[in-house]
Every structure is written in C-alpha cells, then in structure tokens.
C-alpha cells in the first residue's frame, strides 16, 4: 500500500512538471506572463512563420477567440542543427521548457515569453500557407493614449513619482483594448502586416526606426509624427499606436528613414527586445514616398524700425566647439531661417578647446567664430555681439572636456546690458534690486541663479542679464539648459510610470528659477521677462513646470501654435518638445508670436542634421507703441 501511495506520488509530480499537448495559447496565457513558466511541454504543434540565425524561430497556431491571447511563439535557438530542421511553412511538432526571458544585465525590459532548448522536432507537413494577422484601420488596431493601466495619476506615463510599480510583478490580465503595452504583448510571436506605415523618426545605430500604420493615431502632426499632447482625459498622451522596426529577418539592410516617409506594408513578428516592441519585418521595407525636403524659414523676423518689437531665438546648437563642423550650418539656421533674431538664447557652447579635457573654460573663440560665420551667411553690415559666464571646469556637466554653457547673441544695436552692476562669474548669484535711477535691474549683470544650489549640482547655471533699448525699455532673460534625462528607463519597460532620469533635480530646478521670477516680480509688476532654453521635459510633466503656474505663460499656448505643432526634438515614437520659452505676464498682455523651425528635425537624413534640436524663434513687445 505505500509502495502504491508513493508510486503515485511520483506520477503527479512528474504530470506537474511535463505538460503534454498544450497549445501555443496555452502557454501564451492572457497575462503579460505565460502560465506554465518553467514547466516542460510536448507534443507542441504549430507552423513555422519566419527563422533567424539570432533569435531561433516562431510557430503559430489556430488564433484564440479571446483577443488577449497570442498565438504565436518564439523557439529560441542558434544551434544550427536545430535551425536546420524546419523551414517556413513547416507544421511542426516539438518540445521544449515554457521560459520568461529577461536579460540579466537589463532588468528593466519586459520578459519574452519563449520555448527554450527545443527537442524532438517533427515536421508534420510542409508548404504550409500562415495568413498575417493585418494591422490597419479595416483590420485589428492599437489603442491611442495610454501604455499601462499602471500609469496612474494626473499625468499618467509622465506621473512623478514614477517607478512606483512593476507590470510583470502585478502580472495584471492584458486589456488590449485600452493599453499599448497590452495591445502588443497580445500579440507577441505573431505574424502580423502593418499597412502604410510612416516613419516617425531617423533610424538609430542598428538601422532601426518607428512607424505608426494605417490605423487611428492621435498627435499627427504636419510632417506625419505623432505629438506627445494631452489627452481627451487631459492626462498625456503616449503615442502607444506606435512600433519599432527591427532588422530584417532574412538579413537584409532597411532603407535610411526620416520624419514622414511612407513605405509599403510590412509583414514580420512582434517581438520584444531592447525594451521595445517591434516588428521583426521578413525582408528590409521599401520606402514608397518622401516628404519635400524644403524647409521653409520663419515667418517672424526682426523689424528694425520698432522700438517695441523684439524677436528671440532659442537654439540648442549640440557640443560647438571652435572648429565644430556643424558650425556654419548652425550659422547659416540663425541666418536664414531664424532670420537673424534680435537676440539669441544658445546652449551647449562648449570652451575654446572643445571636448579636450585641458582646463581651458572659456568660450569666447567659439563664439566668436559661431557670430562671423553668421556674420557671413546673412550678409550683416555688423555681427552679433556675445556674452557668457565662464563655469567651473568640470562643474556644470555635458561631455567630459567640453565644459557646454548657456549664452547670448544680441544685436548691439538694439540693445544693451543694463549698465552699473559688475558682471557675474561662476559663483556669484545676481539678485533683483532697484538701481539708483529708480528702475530694476540686477547685482550682477550678467549673473547665474544661485549657483551653488544642490540644484545645479553638474548642470548648467541659469544665465540671467538685464537689457535696456536705446528709448531705455528694459527685459530680463534667463537662459536655461536643464539637468538631462540620463538615466531614463523605456517607456516600454516594466517600471510604470517609466523612470523618468533627472525629473527630482529639474523640479528642483524649476522651483529655484520660479522664485528668483518672483523677486523679479515683487519688485516690478511690470518686469519685461523671458525664460527661454532647453529643459529637458516636456509640457506635459506638468510636476516640473508646477512653479511656474500663475508666473509666466509659455509661448505656444499663448500664441496659438496648435498642441500637434509643439516639438523640437525626435525621441523613439514621439516629436515633442524639450525646448521652451515663457514670459511674464507684461509681455503677454502685449501680443506674442513663436515658431519651431525644424531645420533638422524634418532633415533628409540623420547624418543631414546639425543638431539634435530644432530652433524656436519668438517675438514680443517690450511697449504697446
């Protein structure tokens, strides 16, 4: 009688650990991770959809009427015997351990559900013909807005704090309907075709790029990006319709892409790798169509005559160095398409020895060099005059060498600093105070926001200076180039809301520049100001920009550039905007005008571009005549 007790007990542990017969659904699951983790399986049958020598093989079976289960799988294996069994087409038989992969080395990425270290392969049948599953507005669609049900709070996947949950910890039952990441994990292994895709960036440096199909997206801007806005919820939009496109599985090269191209339909395998969902397309797309490649210039321009109007630039200009080579055409984007504003907000300056680490700081041959060659592309009887703050070296981060900073192109003719005040260096924090004639202006001019703040701990210090025009009007600008998003998790991953690299130390950042505005303010009401520059974040994190409720207006919803037309940079799935430029409520009152001029944004091609950013160029009134 024991001997038969434990005889069965045997059985029932070995039938718990060996799972005979499932089906690939079965072990798909409706859940973000398969059911039989870790267990053995047999007797597994579907047809084989594609091969790769990296990545092993996928079969599919019949589909699932529960939308949330995929019936596709990925067979890993590089063994070229077992590669060599199948082909496409092929209904085969095997077995194999039901596995969750994640790499070690990237503990942030989601978990690929797989059957590795298949065996007893048997092809049951060949020539065998798998319909693709079509993607597009007649066939299955992603949702428009949100990526996880985890991404809760007012600004969803942008909320701070983030990295407050984990999906593959809740391992919550996918609703595909509502959430990108569901939409995708629900269809992990199949074969699918994207209809009409429009390429959303530059490929990266494995020649990959996104696409959005020919379904419902939201953000759709001009050139066929999506736009990182607000929702209908007015909780941020993710752009979750999105999906990346790998390397082809046959092993030939994609085309070189660009903002707005149209390619043919692809057909391939949704994957998840590098963070990412993709479609692993069976051979390179083909592009079909190309968006012009004339980049119109602005419309604002300077107006010589006015005592009143003032036009402002903003350009990110990307590591300039002296003999940088994107120099000129950084030149020749001031000139011509900025029209050579009034004055110019440039970040990322680097010293007169580049990115060679020497102790060199200052900056004024690379600005001078940056003001000639403007000089020279707009045909001016006068070049800009400049003005910088030389940092600490190696204090205010950026490339190791290049010690990049904040500075100011002005057209001398227009203005000039306030006069009185000594000029600031890397330590000294200018204050607001009234002069002896009665007026604002500042302690130090030019001078840095509270340098030694923990704040600005290796990030670039606000540069702050007091104009006065010729008639004796006054402006004050701050120029802002805030801490990175180093650091950042994919907004794919399995940390929701997604890690969000630098967001405590700009908030911190936010809030100290918002409170020197308001001293700018208690002492004049009526204090011309622009904050202007790169801040790493988008609108949309509204916990950054917070402080600046109630202070200042940004210049695109007051000027009524419409919410799909705000970027300046291209990241992953979305155009967005990480540059910015608010003014106080004087200016407002007064009439504003502000374009993003994507002179590199819209380029032919990423080698085309000069810089990462796109510049902005503003106009607004320091008088009403």
């Known amino acids: ?23 690939i659904t079965d072990i798909q699951g409706a859940s973000f991770m398969t059911p039989l983790r870790g267990q053995t399986v047999q007797n597994l049958t579907g047809i084989v959809t594609a091969k790769s020598t990296d990545s092993g093989f996928w079969i599919q079976s019949a589909p699932s009427k529960d939308p949330r289960v995929s019936n596709g799988l990925q067979v890993y294996s590089t063994a070229k015997t077992v590669l060599a069994q199948v082909n496409v087409g092929d209904e085969v038989s095997l077995s194999g351990t039901v596995s969750e992969f994640r790499s070690t080395s990237n503990t942030d990425y989601l978990y690929v559900t797989e059957l590795q270290a298949p065996a007893d392969i048997s092809v049951l049948s060949s020539n065998n013909a798998v319909a693709p599953l079509v993607l597009g507005k007649r066939g299955k669609h992603p949702p428009t807005q949100k990526l996880s049900a985890l991404d809760a709070g007012r600004d969803g996947w942008l909320a701070v704090p983030n990295n407050v949950s984990m999906v593959e910890a809740v391992n919550a039952t996918l609703r595909p309907d509502q959430y990108g990441l569901d939409f995708w994990a629900s269809l992990e292994g199949q074969l699918v075709t994207v209809t009409t895709p429009t390429v959303l960036d530059f490929e990266n440096s494995y020649g990959e790029f996104w696409v959005a199909g020919d379904w419902p997206v939201t953000g759709r801007n001009s050139r066929g990006g999506l736009t990182i806005t607000f929702g209908p919820d007015g909780v941020p939009d993710a752009n979750p319709e999105a999906i990346m496109v790998g390397s082809p599985l046959d092993g030939t090269k994609s085309p070189k892409v660009s903002l707005g191209k ?15 969902f993709y479609v692993r397309p069976l051979t390179a797309p083909t592009v079909v169509s190309t968006p012009s490649s004339v980049i119109p210039p602005a419309n604002i321009k300077p107006d010589p005559k006015s005592k009143c109007v003032v036009t402002i630039g903003d350009y990110n200009v990307e590591n300039m160095a002296p003999t940088s080579s994107h120099l000129p055409t950084v030149a020749n984007h001031i000139a011509n398409f900025l029209n050579t504003p009034d ?23 690379t600005l001078a060099n940056l003001v000639a060659a ?10 800009y005059a400049f003005l910088e703050i030389v940092p600490e070296d190696g204090k205010d981060g950026g490339q190791p060498g290049g010690n990049i900073r904040t500075a100011y192109l002005y057209n001398s003719t227009k203005f000039s600093l306030v006069p009185g005040s000594p000029a600031g260096g890397a330590l000294d924090a200018t204050q607001p105070k009234v002069g002896a004639d009665g007026k604002l202006t500042l302690t130090f001019n030019p001078g840095r926001i509270d340098p030694a703040n923990a704040a600005w701990t290796d990030s670039r210090k606000p540069l702050v200076a007091a104009w006065e025009t010729p008639s004796g009007a006054r402006l004050f600008t701050i120029n802002l180039h805030l801490t990175s998003k180093g650091g950042s998790s994919t907004s794919q991953g399995d940390a929701r809301p997604p890690i969000n690299g630098g967001v405590d130390q700009r908030m911190s950042q936010v809030e100290t520049v918002a409170q020197f505005v308001k001293s700018l303010l208690k002492k004049d009401p009526f204090a011309n100001v622009v904050v202007a520059g790169d801040c790493n974040e988008y609108a949309q994190t509204r916990a950054v920009f917070a402080p ?11 000027s009524g550039v419409p919410p799909v037309e705000r970027y300046t940079y291209l990241y992953d799935q979305n155009s967005q905007q990480l540059d910015h430029m608010f003014v106080s409520p004087a200016l407002a009152l007064r009439g504003t005008k502000i374009e993003h001029v994507h002179v590199n944004n819209w380029a032919a091609s990423y080698s085309a571009r000069a810089s990462d950013h796109d510049p902005s160029v ?7 005549f």
């Open 1 to 23: 009688m024991v001997q038969r007790t434990l005889f069965k007990g045997v059985v029932l542990a070995a039938l718990q650990q060996l799972a005979c017969a499932v089906s």
């Open 262 to 276: 149209q390619l043919a339909d692809i057909t391939g395998i949704v994957v998840y790798q590098f963070g990412f």
């Open 343 to 365: 004055i110019m907000f440039v970040q990322e300056i680097q010293d007169n020895s580049g990115a060679t680490n020497n102790g060199v700081v200052v900056a004024n041959q």
């Open 374 to 383: 403007i000089a020279t592309a707009g045909n001016a009887s006068a070049p």
């Open 548 to 558: 600046l409720d109630g202070l200042l207006l940004e210049l695109d919803g007051l």
């Open 618 to 624: 503003a106009q607004v009134r320091m008088c009403l």
